[in-house]
């Protein structure tokens, strides 16, 4: 018997919102795990970047649009980098990040 899971993978429109809800938030575990690794909290990010500490807030939650722009900003501020790294779906078997880091 599939899951649920499993049969709404089936409808391409789910598929399709599903690979997008997964890199932004890729986007943002990347992120919080850079400020981990360095200690650095959402009120310091945000003095780094020029912004308030609510706004981190709602950019990391998902309640805020994340650009690309701003990802490769808030990256930077932590003294790293980002690649986007392609990958064809037909040979995406599990959940992986889509977002690799350098430092």
Avoid: C
């Avoid at 994340?66 to 003294?79: I, S």
């Amino acid at each position: 018997m599939a899951t649920r899971h499993e049969v709404l993978m089936q409808d391409p429109e789910y598929r399709k919102l599903y690979a997008i809800e997964g890199l932004v938030t890729d986007a943002a575990e990347f992120v919080a795990r850079l400020m981990e690794e360095q200690g650095v909290n959402k009120a310091e990010l945000a003095r780094r970047i020029g912004k308030s500490r609510a706004w981190v807030t709602r950019l990391l939650s998902g309640s805020a649009n994340m650009t690309m722009r701003t990802f490769a900003e808030l990256v930077y501020a932590l003294g790293a980098e980002a690649q986007i790294v392609r990958k064809d779906r037909s040979s995406r078997r599990g959940r992986r990040p889509a977002v690799a880091g350098r430092r």
